[in-house]
Antibody, heavy 122, light 109 residues
Framework: QLQLQESGSGLVKPSQTLSLTCAVS??????????WSWIRQPPGKGLEWIGY???????YYNPSLESRVTISMDRSNNQFSLKLSSVTAADTAVYYC??????????????WGQGILVTVSS | SSELTQDPAVSVALGQTVRITCQGD??????ASWYQQKPGQAPVLVVY???NRPSGIPDRFSGSSSGNTASLTITGAQAEDEADYHC????????????FGGGTKVTVL
């Protein structure tokens, strides 16, 4: 059974870079047909797609975050990562990683990691 | 870009049927996927594609689509179905982007 687990710093100072890693077990991130995603949820609010990386290494980002976001893949450790630069309080959220299946008719995310709360504060 | 609109909250009597809707231009071209989220937990996929359920999701959950509106129906709602429900779809701009609705809080009375 595929499982994802987020890790990283739960507290980041304003203007610094948020860094998170998602460890994948029970399957390989190099498998074709899937992409590996980051999604966030500010406290009390809805979900926001951040971006994803395909097994090929191609990346797609939310235009509202694109200038600050980098998603990368570490095949040797079967994990992928998120970096978000120049953070502000508005970036405070629970960050989830998830596997995405993208087909001609749409996309879905399954499974999800448990999420990690990242607070931006000095 | 595209937006998906959901009603903030709906309620349903125990054992009755509730329909949760998601509206957006992108839904004319793409199917929605639906996620259940209980307090303090990660979202869980309940319906995707035309009307598909992952293994382990009860068959009281079903999906449908018409025009710019996608719907998630819970037939015979149970107490454990009380949760937030989020829809997701591909952006309709032609770029490979994903969007989520604002979520609907379902209360089972």
């Amino acid at each position: 059974q595929l499982q994802l687990q987020e890790s990283g710093s739960g507290l980041v100072k304003p203007s610094q870079t948020l860094s998170l890693t998602c460890a994948v077990s029970g399957g390989s991130i190099s498998s074709g047909g899937y992409s590996w995603s980051w999604i966030r949820q500010p406290p009390g609010k809805g979900l926001e797609w951040i971006g994803y990386i395909y097994h090929s290494g191609s990346t797609y980002y939310n235009p509202s975050l694109e200038s600050r976001v980098t998603i990368s893949m570490d095949r040797s450790n079967n994990q992928f990562s998120l970096k978000l630069s120049s953070v502000t309080a508005a970036d405070t959220a629970v960050y989830y990683c998830a596997r995405a299946t993208t087909v001609v008719t749409g996309c879905w995310f399954d499974p999800w990691g448990q999420g990690i709360l990242v607070t931006v504060s000095s | 870009s595209s937006e998906l609109t959901q009603d903030p909250a709906v309620s349903v009597a125990l054992g009755q049927t509730v329909r949760i809707t998601c509206q957006g231009d992108s839904l004319r071209s793409y199917y929605a996927s639906w996620y259940q989220q209980k307090p303090g937990q990660a979202p869980v996929l309940v319906v995707y594609g035309k009307n598909n359920r992952p293994s382990g999701i009860p068959d009281r959950f079903s999906g449908s689509s018409s025009g710019n509106t996608a719907s998630l129906t819970i037939t015979g709602a149970q107490a454990e179905d009380e949760a937030d429900y989020h829809c997701n779809s591909r952006d309709s701009s032609g770029h490979q982007l994903e969007v989520f609705g604002g979520g609907t809080k379902v209360t089972v009375l």
